[in-house]
Structure formats: C-alpha cells, structure tokens
C-alpha cells in the first residue's frame, strides 16, 4: 500500500470517528491533559531518532526472528479504533469490538474444524493463551500433570508451575517431533493429565504427530491441548487441493481439546494478538466468577466471563476482524497462498544449502523455519568450530554495509544432531547454529540473494564445495 493512499484511508477513518464524536456535543480535554505542539514536536523527534536502533523487521533482508510489522489494513483499523480505545472485557466496554471478537473466533473455530459448539476469545498473547489452556487442564485434572515435547515452547514448563502442575518433558526424535514410546511411557504411569502437541516448534518449526498423539492420549485418558502459536495458520496449506506440509497433524486438530493460535505471527496483527479455542464450551464452568460491578449492560455472554484476563485491547480484535475481511481464512485465497509461499521459500533455500557442501541441515523444514549451519574446513569437524563459524557468518551478514541479511541462531543438542551428523566431534555438549524463520512471501523471491549473502560471509575457513 502506497504511503500516500494508507494516510487517504487513515483520515478518512478518523473523519467517521469524528463525526460519531460530534453526535454527542462539543468536547475540550481538561486543561492537565494538553500538551504544549512544540514539547509534542520534540518528543517525537527523539522519539524518531531512537526507533532507528530497531532491525528493518518489514524487508525480506530480514529472515531471522518471527518478527514483522503488521499488515497495513490492520495498522489502520487498529488505529482507527483506538480513537475510542474499547475494552474487550464487558460488553459495555466494547460493543463494537466484543462482536468483531466473536466473529473473529468463530472464523478460527472454523479453520480448525472444531465447528458451531466452541469456546475461545483473544489472548493478549500466547503465553497468556497458553496459560489459560493449562489452567483449564489443571481444572480438569487436579492431581495430574502436563507432558510436552523438549522441542516444544519454554512457556509450557513456566506455566506448569504457575498453575501448580508437574510438567514432563518428552524426548524427541532425529526430526525435532514428540516421541510417541517416550510419551506412552509417561502415560502410563498414570501421572498425565494433558499431552501438549506444538504445530510447529519455535526453534526447528518440528510438527508433532498430532493425529497419532491423540488417539494414544485417549487411550490413557489424557487430555490434548495443542500449541499451535506459531503454526497454526499453516492449517490453511494442509487443506490446499495439493498440500506442501504434511496435512494429518494440522487435520487432526479438530480432534484435540484445546488449541492456541497467535494472529500476531501468520495472521498479519501487530503485537499483542494471541487466542485459545476449546472444543468443549462445557469448560466455561470452571470460569464462573462474580463481578457485581461488570456483567450487567446484557443477558449475552460478555468475553470477560469466559477469560482469566479482564481489560484486553478491543482494538486487537478490530484490526483482526478487517484484516479477515481482506485475506479470509481459506486455502486458496485470502491467507492461505501467503502462508504457501513463506512454506515454498524454505524448500527453496532448503534445496540450496543440500546442494552446497559447505552446509548442513539441522532437519528439513516442514514449515516455514530453516536451520543449518557452515562446515569448518577439515575432515574431523569440532562442535565449539561450528558454533565460532556460524557466529562469525551471523555478525558479518548484519554488518555487510552493501548487502546486509539480518538472521537468527538456534543451539541444536547433541543429541538431536550427532543421529543425522557422525562427523562432528563433540567437545562441547551443543552446537550454535544458523536459523532463518521466512514468514513474508517476500522471502520467495528472496531466497538466492540470501543464500548468496551467507556464502560471501564464509572466508576462507570452510569446506570446499
């Protein structure tokens, strides 16, 4: 969107919250709420000059963290909306906003496949999301714990203990993904209440084999709660006539009791946007709480009665409701192809690097998340020179004046990478590597000019291809 047309639009929307304003007479802030113009002016001068120590998370040059503005329907729409600054809690606090929540919800009850009968809302974020599925699983089963992935978010075990559940982690196998005899030992000592399965890892992007966890937790009467913050969306590729993921786990989800999604990551939101679904609205029992002061403007369902946040930014919802109406969630139009292309972009660069000896792979993607790392020259390789090399290609990619390509970095255990790389001699227990998350579509088009950029930073210290 031209800078020019998205101001068009933003005053534009300003004007309609102008002339709602006016409907209710002439209004001046009190005198200790003005800010002198030049005091502002300056303000905004230092505060221009201090927003340039930022990395530029909007251009394909950047490829490292799950980090991107949003899109510019939800910048406006969100600051539109905060003009009024409703609050999604109590309906009176929002009207507008608690029924775009809704209809939001609704359509990734959809995309889910979880149908008319749910319970969900917006989370401010996905830790928060999270916290509230665990704490729902902890109700259901007091004297029991959680079970996740070692891959799976850090969140999980800090939010165990926040709600007072033992939680266990769950080797993995050579691809990143839950091990399914690690997990029904667990279940069978009978100390599991929940299974956690992540669609899509933070660090490797690894998708748990949901459609078998399911049906191996029911066995053992354990419940399945799946953490879906960052991969969610990818749900729209597996329903795609010719899927580029495998589609089961994402499939699956349908089947599971709880899911997370973060719109803030694949949806396009700015910070902070997350949401938690349940398949069963039943779980709404454990919320019942009294508020003399709160639920009393309507006999509906207000959100705060089915969250354990109170004030969230009704604003959040505004911005994900328009940005839906511009990109639905569907396969093939909308966000779908979006998602394809960030899935296409790690094929591609996957492909390169599988060519190039100077590379390996720390598993083959199955989202949009690549990790690799350069080889030293040499035949025995070092750990600690792996992770010296990859520093080095990771500081001088972002201080290239001419071509600068922003990335991330990922510890990879030993024991994830000494199954699929022999030749590494382990003098420290965990290797430092490269990780590129290409979550812009943008990043298709980008993928030789980033693989170029790596292999200039190389030097003379690596394989030869």
């Known amino acids: 969107m ?198 899509g890892t933070t660090g490797l992007g690894s998708v748990d084999p949901i459609h078998e966890i399911i049906p191996l937790a029911r066995r053992y009467g354990a419940r399945v709660h799946v953490d879906a913050a960052y991969g969610g969306f990818f749900t729209l590729v597996a329903r795609q006539a010719e899927p580029a993921i495998d589609p089961a786990p994402f499939l699956a989800i349908a089947e599971s009791d709880s899911v997370v999604v973060d719109p803030h990551k694949h949806g396009l939101q700015p910070y902070g946007c997350g949401s938690v679904l349940f398949r069963d609205p039943a779980v709404g029992r454990f919320y019942v709480h009294n508020s003399p002061y709160t639920y009393f403007t309507s006999r509906d369902l207000h959100l705060g009665e089915i969250s354990i946040e109170c004030s969230r930014a009704g604003a959040a919802a505004v911005a994900t409701w328009a940005t839906f109406k511009c990109f639905p969630l569907e396969p093939d139009r909308g966000l779908g192809p979006i998602l394809a292309k960030g899935r296409r972009a790690a094929l591609a660069w996957a492909e390169l690097l599988t060519d190039d000896e100077r590379f390996r792979l720390v598993v083959a993607p199955e989202l949009d998340i690549l990790n690799f790392y350069p080889l030293p020259a040499g035949g025995a390789v070092n750990a600690s020179a792996i992770s010296a090399l990859t520093e080095q290609v990771y500081q001088r990619t972002m201080d290239d ?63 030869t291809p």
């Open 2 to 199: 031209e800078r020019t047309t998205y101001l068009d639009l933003l005053a534009s929307g300003l004007a309609g919250i102008d002339a709602w304003n006016a409907r209710f007479g002439a209004f001046e802030a009190d005198e200790t709420l003005q800010v002198p113009g030049e005091k502002i002016a300056k303000v905004l001068v230092e505060l221009n000059e201090r927003l340039h120590d930022n990395y530029p998370f909007g251009h394909p040059r950047y490829a490292g963290q799950m980090l991107k503005p949003a899109h510019p329907i939800a910048e406006l729409a969100y600051a539109i909306a905060m003009q009024i600054n409703p609050n999604n809690h109590a309906l009176d606090g929002g009207p507008a906003s608690s029924q775009m929540e809704k209809e939001v919800v609704a359509d990734l009850a959809r995309m889910f496949g979880y149908g008319e009968t749910f319970l969900g809302h917006l989370t401010s974020s996905g830790t928060i999301a999270n916290l509230e599925a665990l704490w729902i699983a902890r109700s259901m089963h007091p004297d029991k714990g959680i079970a996740a992935s070692d891959q799976a978010h850090y969140t999980h075990g800090r939010m165990a203990g926040v709600v007072g559940m033992s939680f266990r982690a769950i080797p993995t196998d050579a691809h990143g993904r839950m091990d399914l005899n690690a997990l029904e030992d667990a279940l069978r000592s009978g100390e599991i209440g929940t299974v956690v399965a992540t669609a």
């Open 401 to 463: 004046l001419d071509d600068p390509v922003f990335l991330a970095m990922f510890v990879a255990t030993r024991e994830l990478l000494a199954r699929r790389d022999p030749h590494i001699v382990w003098d420290e227990p965990a290797v430092t590597v490269l990780r590129s998350v290409l979550m812009k579509p943008e990043h298709l088009a980008r993928v030789p000019k980033l693989h170029a950029a790596v292999v200039r930073q190389l030097g003379p210290n690596t394989a």
